[in-house]
């Protein structure tokens, strides 16, 4: 599963919940109707209506960075198994 960090938590549809620098777990992605990357995140809630009445399902992608920790985590291994 792709990991992301919230790099944007203003102007969120209601129902939405994530924070600043905080670090989610990723478990779908797809390309709405908008054309915008979408990202469902793991444990919590992804769809709701907005204010305007308006359907909403998915987080933008657009508010998250990807966090890369393949290299660390491999360096880190093999530094143990030495």
Partial sequence: MKQVICVNDTQLPEGAYVMFDMEYEVEHEYINALDQR????????NEGTTKLGMKWFGYRADRFREV?????????YNHALN
């Avoid at 979408?38 to 809630?45: A, D, E, F, H, R």
């Avoid at 890369?68 to 880190?76: D, F, I, L, P, R």
Wanted: charged residues 20%; proline residues 0%; negative net charge.
């Fill in 38 to 45: 979408v990202y469902i995140i793991k444990g919590l809630v």
């Fill in 68 to 76: 890369e920790y393949a290299g660390m985590e491999t360096s880190n």
